[in-house]
Structure formats: C-alpha cells, structure tokens
C-alpha cells in the first residue's frame, strides 16, 4: 500500500479533495469569453484547482510560471516553448508566419524537450507581440486553449511597460481565457484593483481559502483508518487542529501520521511524533529564520504562536505593528485565513517549543 497521502505537488485525482464549488466556478469562467484572477497564499491549492479544471474541460491549457521568467525576451521563449509542447510542429509552423524573428528551435536531448531562442539582437517588445498572438492563432473554437501566468505578480519585476503591453494584447485577444495566479495578495489587489494599473478589472477574481474541515477530517480519516484503525478520527482531528486546515501542510503531516503507523506501528501519540520528526529536520532553518527577524517582527510572531491577535489590546498596537505585518504576509510568514496566523505550523510549534 502507497502512502495516500501527497504534498508538494500538483495533487490530482485520489490525491485532490473538496473544491466542488470552487470548481464549478472556474470551470464557469472558462465557458466565457473571460479571464480569471485567483489569489491565494502559497500552496493553498490554486495550480491543482486550475489544471483541474482544464483537465476535466478536456481543453488544452499552457502553464508559465512568471517567478522564473528574467526578461522580456525569455518570456516569449518560454511562451513559444510551451506552444510547441503543446501543439505539433505541424500544426504550429503555418500560424508563425507573421514573425518578424525567426526563432532558433531545437531539440534538447537531456530533458526531450524543446529550447527556443533568439538573436540577441532581437526588438524584445516585438518576440512578445507575436509569441502572444500565436496564442490566439493555435487555440481553436472547439479545443479553446487556457493560459495559466503563475506568479503573476512578477509581471512588474520582469521589464519596465511589460504589464501595459501584454494588456493592449491580451484585451482584444479573442477564443482563449486566460487565468492569472498570484500568492502576494497585496501586489496582486494592487495589479487588479487600482484603477490606473493596466490591469484594472481585468477578469473576475477569485479567493482560494483553505479546504474545509469537515471535508478534509473526511479525507484524512478514511485513509489513516486502515493503519490507526482504533484512533483514526482522534488522530484526524488533531492533525487538523495543528494545521489550521492549510492544505499542503495537512496533507504533510498525515503523510508523515501514515508512515510511523504503517512502518513503525506507532499509534500512541502519533501526532506529536510526527511534529517532532517533521520540525527537528528544519530545526536549523527555523533557527537562521529566526536570528534574521528584528525585535518587532519576533513579538509579532510570539503573539500569534499563542493564537492572539497582535493588533488587538495592545497599547503598542501602532501603525509600526501594523507595518511589520504587513511585511511578514508579503514575506509569506504570516497568512491572514480569518485571523492573522503563522504560515508554516511547524514554525509556529517550533516557536512554542522554543519558548521563544
Ligand atoms: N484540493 C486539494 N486536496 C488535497 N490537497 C490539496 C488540494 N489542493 C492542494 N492540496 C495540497 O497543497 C499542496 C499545494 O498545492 P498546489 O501546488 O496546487 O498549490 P499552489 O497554491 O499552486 O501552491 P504554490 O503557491 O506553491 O504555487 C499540494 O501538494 C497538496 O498537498
Ligand atoms: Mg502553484
């Protein structure tokens, strides 16, 4: 028997939980001629709920994830490199000729995939304008192609005007949809609701939350309860009360449940065991971390490691707290679900355990 449990990944089939109504409702937006901004911090889920969708839309989809993108000019290659990924040659080489570059295709024979590049030379704006409109030319009325941007955030980070540009294109595109992922709340509110962003009111925008309990307590339970068959549902809701129902960290820690039972024949205080293995393996991370927080920022984290709101009957609940939250959700160490909490639970425990 497998470990039934996945973290880390793109998590599919068996693996995938709940998200009905989320699904319905991106699987809705896709029957449109609209585009889809989801926001959520890191993984919450948002990659598995989209590929998902287009899965089961049986429609071809396009995946870039624009953390790894470092200019204009590499865009448009790793666009094109995923055009051909997608389409064949055949099919592609006719909707090229409106290039003004002829890109150097070639065949990589470690990875089998394809690399594309261009004359160094090349007019950047113009590698976009025409990687973009192949888009619009390879995607076909019955098989409308989806292009999922990751990290959309860094749009800003990429090149000066690149966000204008790929607007003018992407508003008088027609036969695709487009959704825009992003994990930095605040930078993406920001892309897509300031009224003079390029990107104002793009498309409809989406929340992820976390999985709810009950459904994820279900998930959980039924398969911890052939290895912990006499405190499977103690044991379901302990994992979750520890996780807060964050969904990669849930299913981190029932991996970890899984395997002492299954291989060590633990059931006595699994949970805490598993927090233990799991924490000590980061001791010295959480320890380089937490050197690297100033005074306010560990006060912040303090609080909330008791569950308690920094903002909340403090006299020194001042815009400087304020500011540092604000920094720490940008920095992704802080999450805000319904309450301001510690992102990652095993920090937050290390954090107690520390008596920090
Ligand atoms: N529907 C789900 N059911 C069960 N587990 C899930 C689900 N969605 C996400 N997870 C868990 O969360 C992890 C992260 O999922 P995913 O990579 O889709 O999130 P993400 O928001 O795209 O993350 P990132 O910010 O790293 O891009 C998965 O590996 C899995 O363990
Ligand atoms: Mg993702």
Redesign the pocket.
Known sequence: MRNP???????EDE?????TQELQYVMRVMDSENHLILI??????????V??TAKQADRPYLFL?LQRVISTQDFAAKLLKEVFRLYTWEKVKHLMTHFHFVPTISTNPITNGIDVSFQPTSDSNVLIEDAMALLEKVSTPDKRLIVIF??FQEILQIAKGLDKQLRAIMQVQKGLNYIL?G?QESMMTEIFERKKSPFYHFGTLMR?NK?PYQD?YD?INERLSPVLPECSKTVSDEILTLTNC???Y???LASQVWELAKYEGISENVVNIAVTRLTSIHDLDFERLWIKFNRMDRQILRTLSQDKNPLQNRQSATSTSFSAIKRLMKMGYVIRDKKYEIEDPFFKYWIIDKQL
């Open positions: 449990f996945k973290f880390g990944t793109i998590v693996f995938f939980t709940d998200r959520s911090p890191r993984r919450f889920g948002k990659s598995s709920l590929i998902k994830n990751d990290e992922l994990s992820l999985i994820f998930y964050h969904p990669y849930t299913q981190q």
